[in-house]
């Protein structure tokens, strides 16, 4: 059985990748534990409800956003973009889409 098999046991999918739901704090963990077994060096995000002022907390796998926390408030803490400054001229990704490609870079042929 595959991980969105084992996670529609107890979520709903709401959109591909998406799962909503509301468990236990211990199905919670073993359902996190077996997230990271079977998603290996993929990314997952969990968000969850936690005994805090926001009322939710979050678990990280192999994300470049990281909890952090600000004055008693998780925030996700993502990567710097690229200075404005930086070079726009950068050639179409092999492994993108023909139509993922003409979004990004316009109609070239």
Known sequence: MGLRGHLTHWLLEI????FVGNVTARVRDLMWSRVTELVRTGRAIMVHRADNEQ???F???HHDWHPVDFD???LMLRPATSSPDA???TTPSTSWSTAGRRRRYGNRR
């Open 87 to 89: 070079d726009t001229t």
């Open 72 to 74: 008693g408030i998780q």
């Open 15 to 18: 959109s591909p990748g998406v």
């Open 59 to 61: 678990k990280v796998h």
């Open 55 to 57: 009322g939710l907390g």
